[in-house]
């Protein structure tokens, strides 16, 4: 499918005997907003790792816009990983300025704008941050790239209430038809509304996908009962 | 803040719903500018692709119309709205009286309740 | 890209590094003096004031070049420090999501390396001009022992470029052994990097010290038949001997090259 942005055959993360990915099969179209719900360990950051080039895969294909993970997908993927990636003796501004020196679709007036809102000052030092603004810099730089697909890991864990509803508005503000979004995250009900699509992964496989609206149309359930439902433990 | 939706229901009809009640209220009067699909969006806290969907379905209602240039606009066709109000209010009316029914209460019980409650309103200065 | 890239590492190591540089001058221009004061008591007045401070002096100047030793190796363990946070810790998820080949990281890294490596050199050429230069002033030693001969520019000159190269070497072998032990260890992973450091100069090491015990026993057998003692003999067997020591070297460079460019294009583990 020439119009999916990520597609995957069979694939497959080993690390040694553990099974990470098994086997999984995937396709995402362009323009949605897709989210990425499993528990613990089920596979979710590998995948997003694995999509943004920092993992290389056991087996099995994956394309990232027609193109194997590397140096040119790199270009089109903006990627936000769980923990701090900037070295903490970097200012935001020199932040900005290494997003600007090595991604073409950086766009530093839109994140200097995010930064001015938050009243985040640009001088100030990673390292002098809280854990919460620290977060919010590094998901203002990484939407403020017009990228192809974003990669979102827990964009929302371990943030407070009106941090998160920042985060979420960022993600929709963002969006443009011309682009995926996958997160990946825990917390389906603060979530799923913003959510066209969703992927349940479960021990490396997909066990459930569709459209969000599609399931509370049908079976008039919330992502958060259905993933109660199928992910139940006795 | 974001609107606190029901995650049971399609989040695109609850749009529909809140947009509807804003045109009948009159916060967007007949021929006015509506926001845009990423404004709302972004006000709901929800995906503009969900939106989307309202607006369309709003569109076929004829509710609201799409100029190329000015963007959306709600009719200026009062009769529309007003069918529409009419008809929204009806389906609420007829699910409020099922439920009441479900109580044990007949359409004269609720009627006479109703009533009364009106009556203590306008004792107490309001109106009804 | 990959100007850009060296931009970063060089921004990045410029703070600490000039400060050592800046310190090292100092500690010269301390070692110059005290050298002044030592040469300047040298042959004088024999009476205790001068005897103490002529003790002084030697003392501070034992000091001093400790110190000079102890941060002459602070740059390279500096550049090692930062090489090690850039790939190996959390930086390394930005690094290795940039649009760029993995050769580029690496030769970035290395350019750094150099550029330090040469700067530090000047910094040390500077020191020892210094007190060359007061012993010179007070007791006119050095230029008549200097041979006036252009061989010992070349011979000076080599030195330099053996020097930088090893260092080099030295530091390929570092980046080397954290890149295995970032890519093998799944926690502990400074360790793991120190592990295999060691361990590669250790496997060096041991290559070598085969070579010199083959130089040994072809010593002993060349003095049994006579020829090695003659200058003929000699000449070869150190040149085929240095020659061999230079391949071995050069094979490691290259062999360590490939393996952490392997080794980042295809077994990358970023936890």
Same mark, same amino acid.
């Not at chain 1, 942005?5 to 396709?27: N, P």
């Given at each position: 499918?020439? +119009?999916?942005?990520?597609? /995957?055959? +069979?694939? =497959?993360?080993?690390?040694?005997?553990?099974?990470?990915?098994?086997?999984?099969?995937?396709?995402?179209?362009?323009?949605? $907003?897709?989210?990425?719900?499993?528990?613990?360990?089920?596979?979710?950051? =590998?995948?997003?790792?694995?999509? /943004?080039?920092?993992? =290389?895969?056991?087996s099995g294909e994956v394309l990232v816009d027609g193109m194997e993970p590397g140096v040119k997908t790199k270009a089109l993927v903006s990627y936000l990983p769980e923990r701090t990636y900037f070295g903490s003796y970097m200012s935001i501004e020199e932040c900005a300025d290494y997003f600007s020196d090595f991604y073409a679709d950086f766009d530093?007036?839109?994140?200097?704008?995010?930064?001015?809102?938050?009243? $985040?000052?640009?001088? /100030?030092?990673?390292? =002098?941050?809280?854990?919460?603004?620290? +977060?919010?810099?590094?998901?203002?730089?990484?939407? /403020?790239?017009?990228?192809?697909?974003?990669?979102?890991? +827990?964009?929302?864990?371990?943030?407070?209430?009106?941090?998160?509803?920042?985060?979420?508005?960022? $993600? $929709?503000g963002n969006y443009n038809p011309g682009a995926t979004v996958l997160l990946s995250t825990h917390l389906i009900s603060d979530i799923e509304p913003i959510l066209d699509d969703f992927i349940f992964l479960k021990e490396g496989r997909v066990v459930c996908a569709g459209v969000a609206d599609e399931v509370r149309e049908a079976q008039g359930k919330s992502l958060d009962e259905l993933f109660r439902e199928v992910f139940k433990c006795f | 803040m974001p609107w606190d939706f029901n995650s049971s229901i399609p989040i695109y009809l609850q749009i529909e719903s809140m947009i509807k009640a804003r045109i009948f209220s009159g916060e967007y009067p007949p021929g006015s500018h509506i926001p845009s699909v990423r404004e709302i969006a972004q006000e709901l806290a929800v995906n503009p692709n969900t939106v989307q969907k309202a607006f369309k379905d709003l569109e076929d209602s004829k509710l609201i119309l799409t100029m190329r240039t000015s963007g959306r606009l709600v009719t200026e066709d009062i009769r529309?709205?007003?069918?529409?109000?009419?008809?929204?209010?009806?389906?609420?009316?007829?699910?409020?009286?099922?439920?009441?029914?479900?109580?044990g209460f007949s359409p004269e019980d609720v009627l006479a309740a109703l009533k009364a409650i009106c009556e203590e309103r306008r004792e107490s200065g309001g109106v009804c | 890209m990959f100007l850009k890239l060296f931009k970063y590492d060089f921004k990045r190591t410029r703070f600490y590094g000039l400060l050592i540089l800046a310190v090292i001058l100092v500690f010269g221009a301390a070692l110059a003096a005290d050298i002044a004061l030592f040469s300047h008591a040298v042959g004088r007045d024999t009476g205790v004031a001068t005897e103490l401070l002529f003790i002084g002096a030697v003392l501070f100047m034992q000091f001093l070049l400790i110190a000079l030793v102890v941060l002459f190796f602070a740059i390279p363990v500096l550049i090692t420090v930062q090489f090690y946070k850039n790939i190996a810790s959390d930086e390394g998820y930005l690094t290795f999501?940039?649009?760029v080949s993995v050769e580029k990281i690496l030769l970035s890294k290395l350019l750094n390396a150099f550029i330090w490596t040469v700067l530090e050199m000047c910094a040390l050429g500077i020191c020892l001009g210094m007190s060359f230069g007061m012993l010179e002033m007070n007791t006119g030693i050095i230029w008549s022992i200097l041979p006036k001969d252009l061989w010992v520019l070349l011979v000076v000159g080599l030195y330099i470029v053996e020097f930088i190269m090893s260092t080099m070497f030295q530091y390929l072998l570092n980046f080397t052994g954290i890149v295995i032990g970032s890519v093998v260890a799944r926690k502990h992973k400074a360790l793991s990097s120190l592990g295999f450091i060691v361990g590669i100069d250790a496997l060096l090491n041991l290559v070598t010290g085969a070579l010199y015990f083959g130089f040994m026993v072809m010593a002993m057998f060349g003095s049994e038949t006579g020829w090695f003692l003659s200058e003929a003999g000699t000449l070869t067997v150190m040149l085929i001997f240095g020659l061999v020591l230079l391949l071995i070297y050069a094979a490691a460079a290259v062999g360590m090259w490939f393996l952490s460019r392997f080794l980042l294009k295809k077994k990358l583990n970023l936890a």
């Open positions: 499918m020439s +119009e999916s942005i990520v597609s /995957a055959r +069979e694939l =497959t993360k080993k690390y040694g005997s553990f099974c990470a990915l098994d086997r999984m099969d995937l396709d995402l179209p362009l323009g949605r $907003i897709v989210g990425l719900l499993g528990p613990n360990g089920s596979g979710k950051t =590998t995948l997003l790792k694995l999509l /943004a080039g920092l993992l =290389t895969k056991t530093r007036q839109l994140a200097y704008d995010m930064l001015g809102t938050l009243r $985040i000052p640009l001088k /100030a030092k990673f390292r =002098t941050l809280s854990k919460g603004s620290r +977060e919010k810099v590094q998901l203002v730089l990484v939407m /403020a790239r017009r990228a192809k697909l974003y990669l979102l890991d +827990e964009p929302i864990g371990g943030v407070d209430p009106a941090a998160r509803d920042y985060i979420l508005k960022t $993600i $929709i | 529309t709205i007003t069918q529409a109000r009419q008809k929204d209010a009806d389906g609420s009316v007829k699910s409020f009286l099922s439920e009441m029914g479900k109580m | 999501t940039l649009p």
